[in-house]
């Protein structure tokens, strides 16, 4: 009986590895209302599943932007800081392309966002360092073909959705829907999600 139950934990431990992973999404989001304020547009990352290494849950979103929206933000640098949003406001925004990643590549996504927390103030700049470049760093990392027309600085539904264009038309894309296994070494509720495998 002992064996058995230590044959049928080392199984689950087997099938809960290989379902292990964490997945990213890259949301944007519009123009509008949220609660009693404006939000503008917007780029942020989604975070989202469980890691390989020690099987720990992951749920956390991320965006950067200015502390405080002003006119000031048309005449230089401001006060900037990264941002986790409220569920409500993810389900508002739209996702663009979802893909897998592997735990370095997770690691990787939290050290830009603990570079980005740690930048001296003012740190954002509407046309040199906003959400746009924020997401931008993060889709470089995974190995993504980011572009780098300026036309797309403060357009991140643009840019979001040029990056997934230019995902599709890559080696990499496997389907819409839900994102697949990573290459061993990056919650749509859309039928747009595109989703991207990464790394070597």
Known sequence: MHQVL??????????????????????????????????????????SGTTRADAKPVKANFGFTADTISPSILWGSVEGAVVSMPDD????SQPHLSLPISDEQYRSVLAIVDRWRKYPQPSYNLDTHNCVTFVKEIA????????????????????????????????????TGRPQRPIPSAQPHTNKTKTVKTGD
């Open 140 to 175: 470089i990392a995974l190995r993504l073909p980011a572009s780098n027309n300026v036309k797309f600085i403060r357009n991140p539904k643009e840019f979001l959705e040029d990056l997934q264009l230019r995902a599709s038309k890559t080696n990499r894309i496997l389907a």
């Open 89 to 92: 406001y993810i389900a508002m």
């Open 6 to 47: 230590l044959t049928a934990l080392f199984f689950f431990a087997l099938v809960s590895g290989a379902c292990a992973e964490v997945t990213l999404t890259f949301y944007s989001h519009h123009f509008g209302t949220y609660g009693l304020g404006v939000t503008f547009p917007h780029a942020h990352v989604v975070l």
